[in-house]
């Protein structure tokens, strides 16, 4: 299956590459503590549903010729990891509507979706990692 949570970026042998205008990333909350992230899941009273069919459609302009099932894959795992669901509200058969609606929608309805916000590049955390090189010290040579 695989998880969509952003625009597939190529990365060049030099270890960054350009991201491009047309690059989307599907919003996780993240909060910072003592130097550590964690996720902030979205609660009883902030739009969930909403912001679901939100995500659907973003996945959808991710990737327009995403199947059904991956889709729906694709929901469950935001519900489990970025919703906080402990009042059920967030059924499975709320996952599958949005599902087959996002699915069901025109891809030009989908064109009034901004880009995320974005800088102009990235590098590659592996890349990083194999040169024995920091990404911030990096990042400022490029």
Known sequence: MGIIEQTKLDFNEYGYCLIPESFYKVY???VWSDKQASIKPFK???RRR???FADACIIRKIEPEISFN????????????FYDNSDNVLTNNILIEKAKSVLAMPLSDLDDI????HGKFTTSKKYCYIHKLNRKSYAREI
């Open 114 to 117: 901004q880009p995320s916000k």
């Open 44 to 46: 009883d009273g902030e």
């Open 50 to 52: 909403i912001r679901l």
């Open 70 to 81: 991956k889709m729906l894959y694709n929901l469950v795992y935001r519900r489990k990891w």
């Open 28 to 30: 996780n909350r993240i």
